[in-house]
């Protein structure tokens, strides 16, 4: 659903940073709210959103270094949807 970055729990939607996003979608006030409480810390990460098939979302803040096979995974994930 949305890949991007994440500073200080504000989710960046510029676009030098958003690497993905599915067309028309917006993140749920919920989880934006969420992510502001529980990364307010993180000064930088990279902000994963996924939805299942029944449409159950879950998020992810990598800090750091992506792992190539984390990359890999995330590639085929946003060719799959």
Known sequence: MLKTRIR?????FEPQDVEFTYPGWT?????E???KRE?????????FVISDE???LRST?????I???EKCYFT?????L
Do not use: C, W
């Open 54 to 56: 029944k449409g159950d």
């Open 8 to 12: 200080y729990g504000e989710i960046s």
């Open 76 to 80: 085929r994930l946003t060719n799959i």
């Open 39 to 47: 990364q307010f810390a993180t000064n930088d990460g990279e902000l």
């Open 61 to 65: 803040v990598r800090i750091g270094k």
């Open 67 to 69: 792992s190539f096979m």
């Open 33 to 35: 709210e969420s992510l």
């Open 27 to 31: 993140i749920p006030q919920h989880l």
